[in-house]
Structures are given as C-alpha cells and as structure tokens.
C-alpha cells in the first residue's frame, strides 16, 4: 500500500507540474487515509514539500540553459503547492489519536534513515531493514544491492543526457530518496520508484532534444519511433516475464538463501505459527512476553484475548526498556514488574536469544513446554499451571524424538499448494539450520551438528550450515576438523568476514598464529567494525611484543564498543607500557 500510494502522489503532482490539474486538491483527503493506515504517511507531505520547494527556486532562482522552459506561471503553482501541502498536514490530524500522531512524525527522521549515518541509540542497528544497503549483511539479499546499484547508475546518467532540460524539481527529489536509500534498506523501493518515473521524464527529454537532427537523419521519423516504441514494449515485456518466471520458480529467493517464496499465505518458517497454535490449543492465559520479532504476528493471531510484550515498534518502547528486556540479568526485575505467566521467544532470526532462553530454561522458576524450529515456550512454575507443565515440560536431556521441520510453503493456502504442486521449486533447510542453532545453544553439540550435516546434504551450497557446523567443532575443541567447513563457508561467499574470522579463531586455538592474523586482517577489510577479530589480533600483537598495533586494535574495539570495560582495562594496560 505504501508503493500505491507513492505512485498515486507522484502521479497526481507531476501531472499538475504539466498541466496544473485540480487532482492535486485530492491530495489532503488521500493524506487523512494514508495517515490512519501507517506511520510513514509523512513521506507524503513531504514530497509536496519537495515539489513546492523545486517549484519555488525553479520560479524566483535565474538557472541555466532550458531548466525554466514552460515555467509561466511559476507563482500560482508554488502558492497552491504550498496550500495543499498545508491542508495534507492538517489532514493527517484526522486520526484516533488527534494530534498524538505530530510527537510519531517527529521521531519518523531517526526511524527513516535507521541505523545511518544520522541515527544512534542502541535500537535501530539491530533491524536488518533500517541498515544502510551497501553495509555488508549476510541476511539481507546481495543481489538486491546489485540491482540497486544498475539503477542509480542509470538514472543518474539519464541527468546527463537532459542537462538541457533537467527540471530542478526532479533532481530535489531525487537527492532527497537516493539519501533515504542510502540510509536505510527499507527506503529502497521509495527511491525506486522515483528514479524510475525521473529517468523516464530525463530521457524523454532527451529525445525531444535529438529529435529533430534524427528526422532530418531518418527519412521516415514515424515509422522509426513507432519501430522504438514496440521494441521497447517487447523487450520491457520480456524482461518481465522472465523476471516472473525467476520468482515463480523461487530461483530468485534462492540466490540469496532467502526464506522468502512467491505465491500467497504465511510461511511457517518466518513466523512462529505452531507455536501460536500451541498457545490457543491449551489456552495459555495471564501475562506473556514476547521478544519483539515477532509482537505484529503475534497481534494478529492473539488480540484481543492476549496482549503482546513488544509489537515491534523498536521506537516505542525507547532504549533504556529495549536494553532492559533483552538483558537476561534483568529478566526477574521483567516478571515481577509485569507479573509474566508465559514467555514465547522467537530464535530462528533472533541469535542474541539465547541467553535468555538458556537462563530460562535452568531457571527452576520456569518449564520449557514447547519448541521448534522457530520459536520456544516457557511457562512459569506455579501451581495454577501444574497440570500443564507436567504434562509437556521438555528435558532436553532425555528428549529422543525427532523434530518434525515445517516446509517453507506450509502455510495452507489453496493457491499456495497449487502454485507448490505446480512448480516446486527446490528448499533451503532454513528450519534445519535454526533447530541445530537451537542444539548449540543447550550445548547438544551432537545433535546441532547433525542437523547442520541434513542441511548440507538438502544444499550443498549452503554456506550458512558450514559456517555453523564449523562454529560447532571449534567449540567441542575438534579445530582440525573445523577448518574445512570455514573454507567451504567463504569459498561459497568471498565476501563473508565471519568465515574468515572464524578461522583465524581456529588457527589461533591451534597456535597458527601467522595464519590466524592473516585470516583475521582479511576479516577486518571486508567487515572493519567486527570487534571479536580486532580482539584477538590485539592478542596475538601481544604475544609478538607488538604493543603500540596491539593498542591499535583495542582502540578500534572501543571506538565501537565504549562500554567495554575488559578491552579498556586491557588497553590501559598496555597504553601503560607503552608511555614507560
């Protein structure tokens, strides 16, 4: 909804930029609706904004070559800009909420450019969407980036070939979404479409500006742009369905070990509907947490007979109360305070879950009582909830069955299953790779490395799996054998830092140390901000004597990491020695 909404403003204001349509007193009573459906309905007013603005200096600003070309009446266009931008920021008034709804808008910038060169705070690093694009993220598709990139290439050149005729308009835009894109991934499809709609204008332009050396070269102009006019149609046509044909076939999500799939319905492996159906079958009532991944599934499965911990909302709940419940140590200040019955943790995309889960479930004060290969629950340990802890606490310990793994298309759609039957594209064992995670974490290193084996055998590609498997070995000490899957994990992705530091932690456990600090600098280039690998080279510089790059190293740690008290006590130290 939110790209049909771009598009429609976009529609209507380039279309009073051309012929100063009354359409674009639409604008408020499109606002009012855009304003109850999602917070981002600020974007609209301030692409109003950035039309008046170009408008304005497009109007009062002498500019170059044709840029002023049909700007007659640059006045009147600029003062009903200006009132319709006024009336749509009055329209998002028309809400539940009134004028609550001003203290959300002026958060949105934080919440717009994420984890950005603008933002901070200890919340919008840890969203994958709100990360910077061109950041390097295993979990966030490359092939996204690739394309991003074809297209800023592109539609930044459609500039040059129009400078006869840029529009100040367009370039205002343009710089403005290319910065939100930039900042966060989940501005990306924003600047899509409006690079897409400037690049059209730019290169329509352009061959107006050719055109009439071409009908004097040409003989039969008509023909010729009736000929480029179906060739183009023929050629965007094919690129869409061969575009279509990729995502049908899921070879698209594939490339990216995404688990992600075409077609209709929930997949099972995002979302923790088991667990939910687990919840409403033995009717979990009283006060539940949630960690905060998974709070908008859970509203919708639960409302209005069960209220979530956390809805997702990372803004909301602030820093100080995020640090709070993620924090295992804190975990009893939570229940007493919110007087907590059940807990329902979402693993499978959450790895910091851990803790908590581990302190949980050794915590004689809870009972596991369900989990799979996404989420896990506790119930707390009270005689009101006796009967049904006896009935399904888990030992993990004693535990003999084996999971059952939910299929990435199970989300029982009857166009789902068509469109499943039909194509069935080949899977990536994600659920195999969360329910080994999950092993680890209890150390049962015997059946996570099990696991991790089925998920190689389903996708021998799957660097993911290696990467875990070797994380596995090197902690059960086994670092011969972890090895070869590092070098199988960064010989599938190149670009991984993980890989590489996990092993210069493997040649550094085997006193390879010439190894691990090359496997541990080559690290630190792709991914500069990986503080374990700053950590352990400053160790070994240690060793070599080398205090002045040992130093270094911890200062790069606590440049990222200030709180760190045990690199700071380390880099006294040897600061120290340094000055004697």
């Known amino acids: ?95 539940p909420f009134g004028t609550r709804i001003i203290s959300l808008y002026i958060g949105l910038p934080k919440a717009l450019i994420g984890s950005g060169a603008g933002s901070s ?41 129009n400078i006869k005729k840029i529009k100040l308009t367009d370039v205002f835009i343009f710089i403005s979404f290319l910065y939100l894109a930039l900042q966060a991934r989940r501005n990306l499809p924003y600047f899509v479409v409006i690079a897409a709609v400037i690049m059209f204008f730019n290169l329509s332009g352009f061959l107006e500006e050719i055109h009439p050396r071409l009908s004097s070269f040409f003989k039969d102009w008509a023909k010729l742009k009736k000929a480029a006019f179906i060739g183009c149609y023929l050629f965007i046509t094919a690129a869409m369905l061969i575009f279509a044909y990729d995502a049908i076939s899921n070879k698209y999500h594939l490339r990216d070990r995404s688990n992600k799939r075409c077609g209709l319905d929930i997949s099972r492996i995002t979302y923790p509907i088991k667990a939910v159906d687990f919840i409403e079958e033995h009717h979990l009532s009283g006060n539940m947490f949630n960690n905060i991944g998974i709070g908008d599934y859970l509203t919708c499965r639960l409302y209005p007979q069960q209220r979530v911990f956390l809805d997702g909302r990372y803004d909301v709940g602030g820093n100080s109360f995020l640090y709070q419940y993620g924090s295992p140590k804190l975990w009893p200040m939570l229940v007493k305070r919110y007087n907590l ?62 999971k059952e793994i939910s299929s990435l298309d199970a989300g029982g759609g ?94 550094y456990s085997l006193r390879n140390l010439k190894k691990a600090k090359s496997y541990y600098k080559t690290a630190l280039n792709i991914k500069p901000k990986l503080t374990s690998a700053h950590q352990n080279l400053g160790f070994i510089y240690i060793q070599e004597g080398k205090y002045r790059e040992a130093v270094a190293e911890f200062e790069s740690i606590l440049k990222i990491e200030p709180d760190n008290k045990m690199v700071a006590k380390i880099y006294n130290i040897y600061k120290k020695k340094l000055s004697e």
């Open 1 to 95: 909804m939110s790209l049909f909404f771009i598009c429609l403003y976009i529609y209507i204001l380039y279309k009073y930029q051309k012929k100063n349509t009354r359409l674009i007193y639409l604008l408020p009573f499109l606002q009012i609706i855009r304003a109850n459906m999602h917070g981002l309905a600020v974007i609209g007013i301030g692409l109003i904004g950035l039309f008046f603005v170009g408008e304005l200096f497009t109007w009062v600003c002498p500019l170059p070559l044709k840029w002023k070309e049909g700007k007659t009446s640059g006045g009147k266009n600029c003062g009903r800009l200006f009132l319709v931008g006024v009336l749509a920021a009055l329209a998002s008034l028309v809400n």
């Open 121 to 161: 705070g200890f919340a919008m690093p840890q969203v994958i969407e709100l990360m910077p694009p061109l950041k390097e993220n295993f979990l966030f598709p490359t092939q996204v980036v690739f394309y991003f990139k074809i297209l800023l290439i592109i539609s930044g050149l459609s500039f040059l070939l």
């Open 341 to 402: 019955n059940f807990a329902v943790i979402e693993y499978g995309w959450t790895p910091g879950a851990g803790d908590l889960m581990k302190k949980l479930y050794y915590d004689p004060d809870w009972a596991m009582i369900y989990y799979d290969e996404i989420a896990v629950i506790y119930l707390k340990n009270t005689p009101e909830n006796k009967a049904l802890i006896t009935k399904f606490n888990i030992d993990l310990s004693q535990e003999k069955s084996t």
């Open 414 to 507: 009857v166009l789902q299953k068509l469109y499943y039957n039909l194509v069935r594209p080949r899977e990536i064992p994600v659920g195999r790779l969360h329910l080994g995670n999950f092993y680890a974490i209890f150390s049962l290193y015997d059946r996570a490395i099990a696991q991790y084996q089925q998920c190689l055998e389903t996708a021998p590609d799957y660097f993911e799996a290696y990467y875990s498997l070797g994380d596995v070995l090197q902690k059960i000490k086994q670092f011969e054998k972890a090895v070869q899957p590092y070098n199988q994990c960064i010989k599938i992705k190149p670009n991984f830092a993980q890989g590489y530091a996990g092993l210069g932690d493997v040649y």
